[in-house]
């Protein structure tokens, strides 16, 4: 397994305890892995309040009975496990027919009536698996970003960062080197330096 995958099965496994630090872990796992699993279940057809009910039972069900689930790192990526265990619950809740209420002990208060993110994903189009993958890919991209930025503002860096952050996705154009240059008092050539390791730190961070 890759470095990422393992961070990610330390958070699953630290979020089965019951203190201070299970709680967060629980939050980090279901805060940002919430929109490849919302996105799946989107694409199979399912309402948007239907969809939020669905997703945060899942989390709750996840966390509370692990196994039921085979939370297990030995079996491999955790993007795969993750796929595996929407599909089936999404099985499970079917034959049972039992519409979940929303809440349990997790909630999703800050992003629960966000129309325009479930609007965009479900634009993604596609097989409800693709709608998984390009939503992960997305977490997968925010989360690189996050910890560059967090490596950056350790470095004394913040500013220089922020001011690229945009260049590092997309590639900017001669006048945007130029008016970020000017505004940094940094020569161009050595703006497109930092922009360009930058981007290689991205890369690793993705992989």
Sequence with gaps: MSRFDTTRWSVVLGAQGTGEDARAAL????????????AYILSRGYAADVAEDLTQSFFARFIERPQQFGADPARGR????????IKNFLIRSAETAGRVKRGGHIRFESVETDTDETDQLRAAGGSPEEAFDKAWAFVVIESALQRLREEACRAGKEELF???????????DDDDYERVAAGLGLRRN???VAVHRLRQRLRALVH
């Excluded at 955790?78 to 265990?85: E, I, N, S, T, W």
């Excluded at 922020?162 to 900017?172: K, M, T």
């Design 78 to 85: 955790f993007r795969a496990f993750l796929l595996v265990a």
């Design 190 to 192: 050595t703006l497109a």
């Design 27 to 38: 939050e980090s796992l279901c805060l940002t892995y919430r929109p490849p699993v919302l």
């Design 162 to 172: 922020d001011r690229l952050q945009d260049f590092l996705i997309e590639a900017p």
